[in-house]
Structures are given as C-alpha cells and as structure tokens.
C-alpha cells in the first residue's frame, strides 16, 4: 500500500511560480508510475503530468507542456510538480496519484489511480 502526503500550493499572482511536492510512504514506492491530476470548479478531474517508475521518462498535458516540470526523488520517495508561468486557468485542486498498471503513461485515467494524495488548492489571480 502507498500513502501519499501532498504539500505547496497556495496563492499566487499570473505568472509566478509554485512547487507542489507528494511524499510517499512504502517500500514499492519506485514500482510505479506517478501522476498530478487537478479539478477545476465544475469540471472533471484532468491529466496535468506523468512521471515513469525510474524519472526518465515524462508526459505532460498540452495545455500545461513548457511551463510545468514533474520530477521524482526514488530516494526520497517524493514526488514533485514545478509550476512556472502560471495562469488564472490553472487554478485548481492538484492531486498526486499512482498510475494504474493499465493506464497508459501519456493519458493516465484518474479512475485507474489506486492511491491519492489529499489534494492541495493552487489559485492563480489574474
């Protein structure tokens, strides 16, 4: 099992920057694949960005590809998502999440994600 501890987000201006970090506990932590999904008011929850067991491989939504980096620490067992160049359009809850075994790595599908973190507010003003 894998327990997932969301921190960051906050408040920031159009165009700042934020990081989100995901602290995972278990052993299995670097079997599986990591993903940031988010929920806007009224609308589902959406695929922001993917992150292979071992980092080296990354897939981001196009609406968030140049500005957003997701990076791991197998160390650590964190996960991370740096936001730069932010946009009112990206405010939302962001969620960390494992990728299902059958989700594919560049559409993950939030119903195949077995563990959540607890989701953390991130609003951008305009």
């Known amino acids: 099992q894998v327990q997932l501890v969301q921190s960051g987000g906050g408040l920031v201006q159009a165009g700042g920057s934020l990081r989100l970090s995901c602290a995972a506990s278990g052993r299995i932590f670097n079997h599986y694949a990591m993903a940031w999904f988010r929920r806007a008011p009224g609308n589902e929850r959406e695929f922001v960005a993917t992150i292979s067991p071992s980092g080296e491989t990354t897939y981001y939504a196009d609406c968030v590809k140049g500005r957003f980096r997701i990076s791991r620490d197998n160390v650590k067992n964190m996960v991370y998502l740096q936001m730069s160049s932010l946009k009112p359009e990206d405010t939302a809850i962001y969620y960390c999440?494992?990728?299902?075994?059958?989700?594919?790595?560049?559409?993950?599908?939030?119903?195949?994600?077995?563990?959540w973190g607890q989701g953390t507010q991130v609003t951008v003003s305009s």
């Open positions: 999440a494992t990728v299902g075994a059958g989700s594919a790595l560049a559409s993950p599908s939030p119903s195949d994600s077995a563990y």
